[in-house]
């Protein structure tokens, strides 16, 4: 009793270019759903250097913006909106560190220790609050109904 009062989040999830190329799409994917989270909508994308700027824009005085916008762009991603009662932080529980290298000492079975290789290149992407998800989920799905399916044009973003 009283888990009536529990709310769903959205959160946005990004497959980066080297979890596509490493073929790690149908694991994280099968992981998604084993962990509760719903899928609501995705869409692979080939960033390009502007969108990869905006959407990384908090990071753009820092010295590894160059590289990341370069990795980021490398190739194709898969973002997906998920959703589940507290999926921003589970989420982020479930993709582990930032540095896919130190996730495999300190959280290996993290996605990141297992698809990642290391700080840059960390396979995959989740919004770090409440506040980020609703501007990167808006960002790339800019027109949802109540069930959060597109209803845009976004597919030829
Ligand atoms: P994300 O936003 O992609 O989910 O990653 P995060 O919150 O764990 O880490 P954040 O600090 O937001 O960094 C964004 C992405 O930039 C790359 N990075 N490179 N070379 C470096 O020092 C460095 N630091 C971060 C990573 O790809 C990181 O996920
Ligand atoms: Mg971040």
Same mark, same amino acid.
């Given at each position: 009793s009283g888990d009536a009062t529990?709310?769903?989040?959205?959160t946005l999830a990004m497959i980066k270019p080297d979890g596509?190329?490493?073929n790690h799409t149908n694991f994280i994917q099968n992981t998604i759903l084993a962990s509760g989270f719903t899928i609501l909508n995705q869409i692979t994308l080939q960033l390009d250097?502007?969108? &990869?700027?905006?959407?990384?824009?908090? %990071?753009?005085?820092?010295?590894?913006?160059?590289?990341?916008i370069?990795?980021?762009?490398?190739?194709p991603v898969l973002i997906m909106v998920l959703e589940k009662v507290n999926a921003v932080s589970d989420w982020r529980?479930?993709?582990g560190p930032?540095? &896919?290298?130190?996730?495999?000492?300190? %959280?290996?079975?993290s996605i990141r220790a297992m698809c990642g290789v290391n700080l840059?290149?960390?396979?995959?992407?989740g919004s770090d609050s409440i506040k980020s998800?609703?501007?990167e989920i808006s960002f790339f799905f800019k027109k949802t109904n109540s069930a959060g399916e597109n209803v845009s044009e976004h597919d030829e973003l």
């Open positions: 529990l709310t769903k989040e959205r596509l190329v490493g250097q502007d969108t &990869a700027k905006g959407f990384y824009a908090e %990071h753009s005085s820092r010295t590894f913006f160059p590289n990341l370069n990795y980021i762009t490398s190739g529980s479930l993709i930032t540095d &896919a290298s130190k996730a495999k000492v300190t %959280h290996p079975h840059e290149r960390n396979c995959v992407h998800a609703a501007r």
